[in-house]
């Protein structure tokens, strides 16, 4: 890999702004079988069984920006933090993007920030904006972070023993008792 070269990623749809016109431009994206495999062992899951997207990119008229807003959905099954048993789960979500055509061709040049924007935009990478790393992101945003299956919890006895054993070596236990040594 040459210096300076990021790694293709295992989910990309590249599409170059340069050829972008004034209208809005509408792309569905899809995860093949090979591509949600590689995310899943990316974010960990079990399985990404669908993975889909519908993009909409417009170039913003008079500012060198490009917005690129979005809808997913997938199929996703994770690990229950407590008992390993699968976990699925239906995602899905929105989201918006802007991207600097302004950068697209020197990484030293000025970025023009918008202070109205919701988001400050993004350089556009050298061979154009990954929709596919882009919705991909998402997905691992919107994933639940301690996934559990219905009815699976930690018993005390297991992470700390009794309540009582916690009050008596509690530092405020210890200074309850000194409280009353006066």
Not at 55 to 75: D, I, N, T
Not at 154 to 168: I, K, P, T, Y
Request: proline share 5%.
């Amino acid at each position: 890999m040459a210096a300076g070269k990021q790694p293709e990623a295992e989910f990309s749809r590249r599409v170059r702004v340069d050829t972008l016109g004034e209208g809005e431009v509408v792309q569905r994206i899809e995860a093949t079988i090979d591509e949600r495999r590689a995310l899943a062992r990316r974010f960990e899951l079990l399985s990404l069984d669908r993975f889909e997207a519908t993009l909409h990119l417009q170039r913003s008229a008079g500012k060198p920006l490009v917005r690129v807003s979005g809808r997913f959905e997938a199929e996703v099954t994770q690990a229950c933090v407590v008992t390993l048993e699968p976990v699925a789960d239906h995602l899905k979500g929105s989201f918006l993007r802007c991207y600097s055509l302004a950068a697209e061709d020197a990484a030293e040049r000025e970025i023009l920030v918008d202070i109205g924007e919701e988001e400050h935009p993004e350089p556009v990478p050298p061979g154009g904006v990954d929709l596919g790393e882009a919705v991909a992101e998402q997905l691992a945003l919107h994933l639940d972070p301690y996934p559990r299956v219905e009815g699976a919890r930690l018993e005390q006895a297991e992470w700390g023993g009794s309540a009582e054993n916690e009050r008596r070596r509690s530092p405020f236990a210890v200074l309850d008792s000194l409280k009353g040594r006066k």
